[in-house]
Structures are given as C-alpha cells and as structure tokens.
C-alpha cells in the first residue's frame, strides 16, 4: 500500500439529499428500470426515444420550415441514431450545448448465415459486438430481439423470449466433470467466439426424405409464425440479447441492474434533461449515436455526418443568410458532454484501480477529464479551462459529482465519443454514471448516480 487514501470529497451522495430529492431519485430510477427492461438493441431504444420526444411536444425537423426560441425538433437517422434540438433565445452562432451518448451496447449478433443442425440439435452461429467477457454469456436465458428486411421490402421485427410464456435461447457450457483442459486456459481461451450458438430447437418433421429434420421444424416454425425462411437471414438484425428485465439491486433497493447500461442510463438521463426545457439561453441538443462499442464507424456512428447534418438543418433554419462556414462557426464554438458510463470501485477487484482517481457507486455523476489508454491514446483529455466552466455549473446547480478515471495507468483503458466531437473544435469532457460490471449481462448502477447524471445534464442545458 502507498498509503494514499481516497478522494477527500468522497462521501456518498446520499446523505446530501433531502426527502424530496431522494423520493425524485426513486421515483426516476423507476421509470428509468422500465425504459432499460424494453430497450434491449439501439433501434428499440431510439424508438422509446422517439415516442417520448412526440409525447413532450417535439416535432420531426424535416416539418419545420422555421425555427424560434422555444422550439422543439428531433431528426432520426436509419433507426439508430437520434438527436433533439430545443432552440435557445441566443443567436445559434454562438454555439450549441451538446449532450452526447451512445444507444449500442454489447450483445450477438446472428450471423448472415446463421442456423445449421448438428447432432439432432439446431444451432444459430453468433458474432459477438463489442468487448465482450464471452464466458459470461454462457448459461443464461438469451433473447432474440430485430429486425428482418424480407425482399420486397417488408419489415418484420422480431422480439422472443421477453414473455414468460415464451420460449428462451441459450448457449450451453461445458460441465464441470469434463472440463479440466478448459478451465486450465486462459479465460479469454475457456470459450472461443466460434463457439458462441444458440440452441434453439430439438424436435424433426416427419417427411423422411428431408435430410437436416431439425433445421427443417425450426425453419417451418418461422414461416408460419413471422412469414421468415432461410434466405430472408441475409437481409436481418436480429441480436441475442439477456432475456431479463432490469431489476432492483440490494435490500435498500439502491441501485437498478440490469443488461445495455452503458450506455442506455445516459440516453435515458440526457433525454429526461432535455424534455424538461423550455427556452433556455444557447440551443440544446441531445444526441444519441449508434456503433460506439465497434470504434463509432459507419453512417450511424459518431465518425458519420449525423451530427453535422442535423445542425446544418437547424441553422438553414434558424440563421438568415446561413452558409457553410456558419455552420463550422457554430460546431467549433460548442460544448458538450460526452455522456458516457465510467467503472466504479470494485471491492472486489481493488488492484485494478487508483484509489485516489476511482469513481465510487453512489456518490455522484462522474467527470472523466481523459479516457485512452497507454500514455492516452485515443483520449480526448478535456482542457482545464473548461473543467472549471463546468465545475462552476455543476457547483451552482447543486450537482453532486465527484472526478475519476477508468483504472491504473497501462491496467487497460476505453474510449467514448468525444474524440469525436472534440474534432470539430468544440470543448469536450466525458460525464456520466458510474457502473460495476461494465459490459456484461447484467451491468450495476447506483440511483443516487442516476439522478445525479440527469441533473448534470439538465445543469449544463442551462448553463
């Protein structure tokens, strides 16, 4: 032991509020367990989103011919990313404030080819999205929840398993009587990515010259029950998901669990934030992206024009004799917050951390001035000027927060989106809820942390 000790500050955000803020906290973590328990893939996610933006009064942009203060706009992209605008009495050249997270979360993906019989079994083969314990997905009830495009057009989405009258999937593991060579392995090599297959079906047809009879049953059972066959795979999004619903965690009830935390608890934060404003002074906008947990490529993750795009759509609307370097005016003087889940202090896993730079469950939204890894690499590492602006914010909001990084310097590291919005040369710091077992089925986040997360936001919308 160096014989540091933990941040001074460090004291659990509950004790600093009131009744009225601890029932608020409750009564939000609630609301938050169910918006989780159905936003299982992005695309559910931004259509909760979406249904909330409509019920509190936001409009699609694309309808819009001009905007005002006050307004309230939305613009969906693919089905998997979305951003919220509501505009501000300030000039939009002065720039936006932006809150930033990602609606993706770790899962499998069933592959374009994806079912085959073996052994009088009928299997569908995986892709694992993102960084993934993969032992972790074994021996537990998994769902199924997308979309399948059929060839004409037809969209047909698919959720199994949620019910309790559903059918569930699984992928078995091997016992332990037989298993002394794998548990001899590294953990990263106990299970391979091959080896990630659903189970789904076990009864065969009865037609005797079909050769593969199981296959054939499950196939039977998708056309007649959705309208899919073999081929219609090619042109589907369907991912195995954790077939459970968030639940309470702790006799106190304290903290919510759950599957996708990182990084629905900011979606949902953000977007709570966001719909309790009404005119504030810079334009707000919260936005939600999608492939963050595969490096932010393609056209719906952060690397893409999404944003850049909706903005130009504000401003066309909203800025008289609006051109391009307008537009680059009002991205470079923006702030935002990547709104990003950060890993709290394990006690069970103490060596991992640096005391004394640890976000800790239950004690504030945390503000993570660089991620990256190995002497910061990727990191966006925020200036101190705006730290300070901030904390100034938070301090003047009455936001408890504390500071923290993700781990010891070369344990690992991570990344977030703001690299990415810092690249348009808006100021950028990474803000969101602590969790304990980030990425696997069932991630851990205080409510207190929550709360505090969606009162940041809504802080840093009005400055």
């Known amino acids: ?31 938050y367990r169910q918006f989780l328990s159905k936003a299982k893939t992005e695309r559910e996610t931004i259509e909760l989103a979406a249904a909330a933006a409509r019920d509190g009064g936001f409009s699609e942009l694309e309808q819009k011919e001009n905007i005002k203060a006050g307004d309230r706009v939305f613009s969906i992209w693919r089905g998997k990313c979305m951003a919220m605008a509501v505009a501000g009495s300030e000039p939009l050249e002065e720039g936006l404030n932006i809150v930033g997270a990602h609606a993706d979360s770790p899962r499998l993906d069933l592959k374009p080819r994806p079912l085959y019989e073996e052994e009088n079994l009928a299997l569908l083969k995986t892709h694992y999205y993102g960084g993934i314990k993969k032992y972790q997905w074994v021996s537990i009830p998994l769902a199924l929840h ?47 990515g091959e ?28 056309e007649q029950k959705y309208g899919i066959r073999d ?3 090619i ?31 900011c979606v949902f934060a953000a977007l709570k934030a966001i719909m309790e404003l009404t005119v504030p002074s810079q334009t707000a906008v919260a936005l939600f992206v999608d492939k963050e947990e595969i490096g932010s490529t393609g056209n719906t993750g952060m690397y893409s024009t999404f944003l850049t795009n909706f903005v130009a759509e504000l401003a066309a609307r909203s800025v008289p004799g609006y051109n391009e370097l307008i537009l680059r005016r009002i991205m470079a003087r923006s702030r935002a917050l990547s709104a990003d889940v950060n890993a709290g202090f394990d006690p069970n896993y103490p060596d991992v951390m640096d005391k004394l730079n640890t976000a800790r469950l239950g004690h504030g939204v945390v503000v993570t001035k660089y991620t990256g890894a190995g002497g910061k690499k990727g ?11 901030v904390r100034r ?6 936001v408890i927060w504390q500071s923290g990084l993700l781990g010891k310097v070369d344990q690992g590291g991570g990344g977030t ?32 942390d929550i709360y505090m997360a969606y009162r940041a936001y809504k802080a840093f919308y009005e400055g």
Not at 379 to 389: R, S, T, V
């Open 1 to 31: 032991m160096t014989g540091l000790k933990e941040q001074p500050d460090s004291v659990p955000a509950w004790t600093k509020l009131n009744a009225q803020e601890k029932q608020a906290a409750m009564d939000l973590a609630e609301d």
């Open 146 to 192: 997308g979309v399948v495009v059929k060839e004409d057009g037809r969209v047909i989405k698919i959720v199994i398993g949620e019910k309790e009258t559903e059918p569930v999937f699984t992928i078995t593991d091997l016992l332990p009587h037989l298993a002394r060579e794998q548990m001899e392995k590294k953990m990263t090599e106990g299970i391979k």
């Open 195 to 222: 080896g990630l297959n659903l189970l789904v079906g076990g009864i065969p047809v009865g037609e005797a010259e079909i050769k593969e009879k199981i296959k054939q049953h499950v196939l039977n059972y998708l």
């Open 231 to 233: 081929d219609d795979f």
């Open 235 to 265: 042109s589907a999004e369907i991912e195995a998901v954790p077939a459970w619903p968030a639940r309470d965690v702790g006799l106190d009830r304290s903290m919510i669990g759950g599957y996708g935390q990182d990084d629905r608890v």
């Open 379 to 389: 990191a966006n590492d925020a200036h101190a000027e705006f730290l300070g602006q």
């Open 393 to 398: 914010v938070f301090n003047r909001h009455g």
């Open 417 to 448: 989106i703001a690299y990415l919005l810092a690249m348009h040369g808006m100021d950028v710091v990474d803000c969101g809820v602590a969790l304990l077992g980030m990425h696997s089925p069932f991630e851990v986040a205080h409510k207190a």
